[in-house]
């Protein structure tokens, strides 16, 4: 089986037309099966992504196995194609745009998880208070929010259908929050040109003040530092610092 990509709690296979997500073996089965169960909900909507075929074991390891999405992602052809870096960006937030025009309402919602998140966190309790107040005081949504959207997530097929794949972390909520979490993945990914291109143009294609975007940076970038390394959490402490600033 060919690796599409190795993380610290996963590997994920291709089977001929079967992409195979395999946790390492202490891998929580609460949270293999409420991937599965949030997959499967963003299955019924209209959204092209990859159908969940089977939750199963492997060498005592918990598997997801979906459908294999053959094609190339943006990442790939903005790396291919600098001159057409643009019109892959727009192309990118129409795909993010659609996605948050979708609603479904059984999944987790956005708020309670970024609050876990925060909770779980070494930061001190006034700047998780400060943090948690400005969250409850943001409008509550319910659009689907991927939670990974990045370029290396969106599937360009042959035939021009485009696919978003890793849904792991898909919640329901406030749109600006995605849209604030896929600003800071671009600046961890050392994209800075592209991350100011990205919020300008999300800005503007989602009508919405870029200083409200902004507003969300603070409370996203600390629900990301459990899982982060020493060298991210640097970074992100930064944009957490400036919690007064925007």
Not at 161 to 178: L, Y
Request: hydrophobic fraction near 40%; include cysteine; proline fraction near 3%.
């Amino acid at each position: 089986m060919e690796i599409l990509a190795e993380r610290k709690t996963k590997t994920v296979y291709r089977d001929n037309n079967k992409a195979i997500k395999l946790f390492i073996e202490d891998y929580p089965k609460s949270n293999i099966l409420n991937e599965a169960l949030n997959q499967a909900r963003v299955e019924e909507t209209s959204l092209n992504i990859p159908k969940l075929l089977e939750v199963t074991k492997i060498d005592n390891r918990w598997a997801l196995v979906s459908e294999y999405i053959e094609g190339k992602n943006l990442e790939q052809l903005m790396k291919e194609n600098p001159d057409k870096r643009e019109e892959y960006m727009n192309l990118f937030i129409d795909v993010q745009l659609n996605i948050l025009s979708k609603k479904a309402p059984m999944l987790n919602k956005l708020k309670d998880k970024m609050k876990r998140k925060i909770e779980e966190t070494n930061l001190n309790d006034t700047i998780k208070f400060d943090l948690n107040t400005r969250l409850e005081s943001m409008p509550k949504h319910n659009m689907i929010c991927h939670g990974d959207f990045n370029p290396s997530n969106v599937i360009i097929k042959n035939d021009g259908t485009v696919f978003v794949i890793d849904w792991a972390h898909v919640t329901q909520g406030n749109s600006s929050a995605d849209a604030a979490r896929t600003f800071l993945l671009f600046h961890l990914d050392n994209k800075k040109e592209e991350a100011e291109m990205y919020l300008n143009k999300f800005a503007e294609k989602s009508k919405t003040d870029k200083k409200y975007i902004q507003k969300w940076i603070p409370i996203v970038a600390a629900a990301h530092l459990s899982k982060s390394s020493e060298e991210e959490k640097a970074f992100l402490m930064n944009w957490i610092d400036v919690v007064d600033y925007f």
